[in-house]
Nanobody
Framework: QVQLVESGGGLVQPGEYLELSCAAS??????MGWYRQSSGKQRELVAT???????NYADSVKGRFTISRENAKNTVHLHMYSLKPEDTAVYYC???????????WGQGTQVTVSS
């Protein structure tokens, strides 16, 4: 059974740092990443990383967020620097199956940036 367990959300002030982690289990994953959804908006890509370390970022987070991955542990991290109020959202971990078209989602973790 595939499971994605997220951790690390919370309330921070503008300009502060927060790290999200996602531990995946149950199969081998190709691309892993983070998406977010704020109130009244569609879910959007934040950052992805493949097994080789190739990364992709949304323009809104480039230069502020860094995604990293530990393949042996099926774990992906999102390091969020210089957080802004507009980063407030529920952040979801996503992982794609290595050998099929299946993809999986975590339960979501709330990130709130407010003074």
């Amino acid at each position: 059974q595939v499971q994605l367990v997220e951790s690390g959300g919370g309330l921070v002030q503008p300009g502060e740092y927060l790290e999200l982690s996602c531990a995946a289990s149950g199969t081998i994953f190709s691309t892993m990443g983070w998406y977010r959804q704020s109130s009244g908006k569609q879910r959007e890509l934040v950052a992805t990383i493949d097994r080789g370390g190739f990364t992709n970022y949304a323009d809104s987070v480039k230069g502020r967020f860094t995604i990293s991955r530990e393949n042996a542990k099926n774990t992906v991290h999102l390091h969020m620097y210089s957080l802004k109020p507009e980063d407030t959202a529920v952040y979801y971990c996503n992982a794609k199956h290595m050998f099929s078209a299946s993809e999986y989602w975590g339960q979501g973790t709330q990130v709130t940036v407010s003074s």
